[in-house]
Nanobody, 116 residues
Framework: QVRLVESGGGLVQAGESLRLTCEAS????????LAWHRQAPEKQRELVAS???????NYVDSVKGRFTISRDNAKNTVFLQMINLKPEDTAVYYC??????????WGQGTQVTVSS
């Protein structure tokens, strides 16, 4: 497993942008999937975006066209660029690293709050 630390969250107004960063304590090169999840108050955690080792990205429908996930293997970092934020994007955002055959690694989360 690897230690993950998220940063970049904050309080913004609707329509503004944020870039979340997930820094790993070790190499992310061998991880099959890196992902961002979010959990709003009184809601279940949901998968927002994921990216494979080959660079294929997938998104939940509600963020398509607004969020972009990327990975920098050289810097052991995963990013989530978020534009045109909406109040319904308010949640704690978590980074996950998945290596087949091993338990996933999770970060502690970063709060994103979007005011209307």
């Amino acid at each position: 497993q690897v230690r993950l630390v998220e940063s970049g969250g904050g309080l913004v107004q609707a329509g503004e942008s944020l870039r979340l960063t997930c820094e790993a304590s070790g190499s992310i090169f061998g991880f099959n999937v890196l992902a961002w999840h979010r959990q709003a108050p009184e809601k279940q955690r949901e998968l927002v975006a994921s990216i494979t080792a080959g660079g294929n990205a997938n998104y939940v429908d509600s963020v398509k066209g607004r969020f972009t996930i990327s990975r920098d293997n050289a810097k052991n970092t995963v990013f989530l660029q978020m534009i045109n934020l909406k109040p319904e994007d308010t949640a704690v955002y978590y980074c996950e690293a998945v290596r087949l055959g091993l338990p996933p690694s999770w970060g502690q989360g970063t709060q994103v709050t979007v005011s209307s």
